[in-house]
């Protein structure tokens, strides 16, 4: 495990600086704690652990907060707590329970990173994880980026750089290496909860997929991730590239493409140079899904209607030689984040 980590490192460029680790408490993150600490001399590497109470378990989620704590603390290791209430945030929102759960863990992570000076945010994603996640896309109807699955290294709006460094352990050999220590770690009756999907992929669905068609099918799902990793990658090169060549003119909230330059491409990279586009203009993408990029090549194309409607009030209109997108919603966005 500790080679693969090391490895893991080395491939990410981590070192020379500070690492905030997100830690619930789990084998996973217990492990990914033990296994920094141990190479942070090697790597000249400074580590912060963080732990957020979601507040979910009643007094159990105390009870691991107050794990982790000791837990850094035997391990010299300075911790950053904090405690809030998912539940009623996830009403409030009007979102479910994991995806709540998930933005504010990420949020406190990048805090905490921002007022420790961290370079990186180290979080506990295995093997296992990957190819959960893959799977999960599949059946959502994910398209070529999704079945890359988790990325190992993203940089966040924050600009810290999230890491996956165990993304090639499985959670047995993580297991197994607690045991070989001789560190306990705390279990969590949610992840059990058929109620997620994650649980009842990981309970459920791949065990019978394992048993009645392909034994090896974590392996195969990571491995399709993987090719899909590289493919899409060269796709968004390639993407990168037509977007300058298209480009006539870029605002915070407008942009004019050259739809000549567009049309002479494929429709599956026409789609890409969009999103590429709205990652340029930093304008929101988690509303747009397949269908709205598709739109934006009918546009491009002539193969439908001459102005389309976009999530966040966006307007796309094919104006003669040139598609002109306008986004007050991103425009606001971006203002805000320079602000």
């Known amino acids: 495990m500790i080679a693969l980590l090391q490895r893991a490192l080395d491939d990410l460029t981590v070192a020379d600086g500070t690492v905030v680790v ?6 996973d993150s217990v492990a990914l704690l033990h296994g920094l600490k141990r190479l942070a001399s090697s790597h000249r590497l400074r580590l912060v652990a963080a732990h957020l109470d979601h507040g979910l378990r009643g007094s159990l989620s105390a009870e691991d907060a107050a794990w982790v704590h000791r837990l850094a603390g035997r391990l010299g290791i300075p911790i950053v707590t904090d405690q809030i209430d998912v539940a009623a945030r996830a009403v409030a929102a009007g979102k479910g329970i994991e995806e709540t759960a998930r933005d504010a863990r990420y949020r406190f992570l990048q805090t905490v990173a921002q007022e420790r000076g961290a370079r990186w945010i180290a979080v506990a994603h295995t093997a296992d994880d990957q190819a959960e996640t893959i799977l999960h896309h599949i059946l959502r109807g994910t398209g070529l980026s ?3 699955g988790m990325p190992a290294k993203r940089t966040l709006p924050s600009h810290v750089v999230l890491v996956r460094p165990l993304l090639s352990v499985s959670r047995a050999e993580l297991e197994a290496y607690l045991a070989e220590i001789g560190q306990d770690y705390r279990e969590d009756a949610s992840n059990d909860d058929p109620q997620f999907t994650r649980n009842r992929l990981r309970h459920s669905v791949l065990p019978m997929l394992r048993r009645e068609g392909n034994r090896k099918v974590d392996e195969a799902l990571r491995r399709l991730g993987a090719q899909a990793a590289e493919l899409q990658s060269a796709m968004e090169t390639l993407a990168v590239r037509c977007l300058e060549q298209a480009i006539r003119d870029l605002q915070p909230g407008v942009a004019r493409l050259d739809r000549d330059v567009l049309a002479a491409q494929p429709r ?17 993408r988690q509303p747009m899904g397949f269908d709205h990029w598709d739109r ?3 546009l491009v194309l002539e193969t439908g209607p001459s102005a389309a409607t976009l999530p966040g009030r966006c307007d796309a209109r094919r104006r003669g030689r040139l598609i002109v997108i306008e986004h007050p919603v991103g425009a606001r966005a971006v203002r805000r984040s320079a602000e």
């Open 22 to 27: 997100g830690v619930s408490g789990g084998a």
């Open 146 to 148: 999704g079945l890359r």
């Open 268 to 284: 599956h990279l026409i789609r890409e140079i969009f999103v590429q586009l709205w990652t340029r203009q930093q304008w929101p």
């Open 296 to 298: 934006l090549a009918d």
